[in-house]
């Protein structure tokens, strides 16, 4: 048996559909000040805004504003959302998007348009842009997700399999890990739905290097890995030392959890990994004792993509159905609308949030 083919726990999970989309293929969701916050990239080819704020009536308003979801090709992308593919409220309470600034899957960012933007999620005031430059968002870079530690943010690099730091005081960033066997995507490892191999190209496996991360509750490790997996882990003291060799890095990483390929993760403040299983349209869980158990399947969890804690325990959870897309089936699209927006209680009642 697997490590993550383990019994579906006793309790019995609710699933609740928070709200729907035709326009919007999120891929991320979070909460913050009493809002909730959904995105999607631009080479899902739907008309949704890139970053939009649910309405009382569950409708999707362009957020912070019209004018930074109007980019169009040509147009400076310094201040306009290019492509966004996640979103995350820090510690403060801000609202962090990230822009890979790639408007096609696998095309090189445009100038100006990887970046990360921290917003006031009450008042939609832009508090910072931080540019990534070419040297960081590579040609064929796909800036994937981020996590924070005190003065410093962490990022997966999809595309060029590297780990970006970033100091948040003085907005240096720095490439590290690039091509090292914890970040690359292993091509034995596919990613399986509804009993197919998912293809980039025919015949090509779709293959994600770098792409979920989470730092565990008293801040010393990094854990990460290919959207394939298995995960690894880094100590933040020498991620976070500009002046550590890229062999001392390499030399610390160690294996951390053989995890199958998942749509993304969350980690409450006990250390519990949440993580969404591709294959099984499943919810699992891993506690901090290395203990895998499956919190629920459902058919309507499919490529069910980075989830987010809530206050009240909930995990909400944007279904991308990203695996059905024309790119990946020879033009022809597999969707079926809508898109859901999702929540499941979970096993452990008032669920700590990490950020």
Not at 2 to 23: D, H, K, M, V
Not at 35 to 44: D, K, L, S, Y
Not at 260 to 281: C, H, Q, R, V, W
């Amino acid at each position: 048996m697997s490590a993550y083919a383990l019994p579906t726990l006793s309790q019995a999970q609710t699933l609740r559909i928070e709200a729907t989309s035709s326009s919007l293929d999120w891929n991320a969701v979070t909460l913050a000040k009493g809002h909730v916050f959904v995105a999607g990239p631009r080479w899902t080819g739907f008309s949704g805004p890139a970053v939009g704020i649910l309405t009382k009536n569950k409708d999707v308003a362009p957020f912070p504003n019209v004018e930074w979801n109007a980019w169009k090709p040509g147009q400076d992308a310094t201040h306009h959302f290019v492509s966004v593919n996640a979103l995350h409220t820090a510690p403060d309470g801000t609202l962090w998007v990230v822009d890979t600034g790639t408007p096609s899957f696998g095309g090189a960012p445009v100038p100006g348009g990887a970046k990360l933007v921290r917003i006031d999620p009450a008042t939609g005031h832009i508090l910072r842009i931080y540019p990534l430059e070419p040297n960081i968002a590579q040609t064929g870079s796909y800036v994937d997700d981020i996590r924070f530690n005190d003065r410093h943010a962490y990022l997966t690099d999809a595309g060029r399999a590297a780990l970006i730091v970033l100091d948040l005081e003085t907005g240096q960033a720095r490439r590290v890990l690039e091509n090292h066997a914890s970040t690359h995507a292993q091509p034995e490892r596919p990613i399986v739905m509804e009993g197919h191999i998912v293809e980039s190209h025919p015949n090509q496996p779709l293959l994600v290097n770098v792409d979920p991360l989470e730092v565990s509750p008293d801040g010393t490790w990094l854990y990460f890995g290919p959207m394939e997996g298995p995960w690894s882990r880094a100590p933040t003291a020498l991620l976070d030392d500009p002046t550590v060799s890229p062999e001392t890095l390499a030399a610390a990483i160690q294996p951390w959890a053989d995890l199958p390929p998942i749509g993304g993760s969350a980690m409450d403040a006990e250390g519990t990994l949440y993580f969404t299983n591709l294959k099984e349209n499943s919810l699992y869980q891993r506690d901090s004792s290395g203990q895998i158990s499956k919190v629920m399947s459902d058919p309507r969890l499919h490529w069910a993509d980075a989830p987010t804690l809530a206050a009240d325990g909930r995990l909400w959870i944007p279904i991308a159905q990203l695996d059905r897309l024309p790119q990946f089936h020879q033009g022809h699209s597999l969707i079926k609308p809508p898109f859901l927006l999702v929540s499941i209680d979970l096993p452990t009642a008032a669920q700590q949030v990490r950020h």
